[in-house]
């Protein structure tokens, strides 16, 4: 068994087993609104105050809205980013400056080596694989991408989280059908209609390198981030 990362996040590490693996690449699916960029964004956070460098990377989002976002929750400190401890940046931007086109798998994966050198980090947040993989069109070059991208973050050490945008209510795991069969654990989130509401839930799917639960869970998004509660202790039976 490999060292873990704790998430920090209420629930989530004990369904993981204490954590996630070290070194792995997670694909974290869900739709709109289902709390994905939520939850790797309060796993950087809450690392950076145990003095573990992450980056996350946007290629939607600029980096003053999306620290705007973040103000209202408890984990996020401005100090954090300030110093270095939590890395944003705009990958689109980045690879420009670099002459590196987003088709350019290879390419794109030195673009992220390289920042994560440069910034000493150890944990990764991709805001979205899906978005990426647009670019790259073509199954061949998202799956060239994504076995590199998981073997650099091995080779350097880093745990990382891609995001995958999916569509509402449907049981699939990412767009193009590959990433989920190279990713190393995946973690979906999706929604439950009750009553004319739309509640939010967390099952992993698969996390190779430890033993987890695969009960679904009820999230909600407090002040203080994410909160899993089991489903059978919910109003939403």
Known sequence: MSDKIKTGISNLDTILGGGIPQGHCVLLSGSCGTGKTVLSQQFLFNNAYKQT???YFSLTEPKEKMIQNLS??????????DMGMVSVL??????????????????????????????????????????LCQSLQSDDKIRE?????????????CTSLLISEIPPFTTQYSVFGVEEFIADGVILLSEIERKGDLIRALQVIKMRGTV?????????IMDDGINLVPMFKSQVE
């Open 53 to 55: 460098k992450g980056i």
């Open 72 to 81: 209202g929750f408890s984990f996020f400190d401005r100090q954090l980013v």
């Open 90 to 131: 705009d990958l689109n931007t980045n690879a420009r400056l670099k002459g590196v086109g987003l088709n350019n798998p290879l390419g794109l994966v030195d673009v992220i080596v390289r920042s994560i050198e440069e910034n000493n980090a150890k944990l990764i947040a991709l805001d979205s694989l899906t978005a």
């Open 145 to 157: 991408f994504i076995f590199e991208l998981n073997l650099q973050m091995t080779y350097l050490g």
């Open 212 to 220: 987890h639960s695969r009960n679904k869970h009820v999230l909600e």
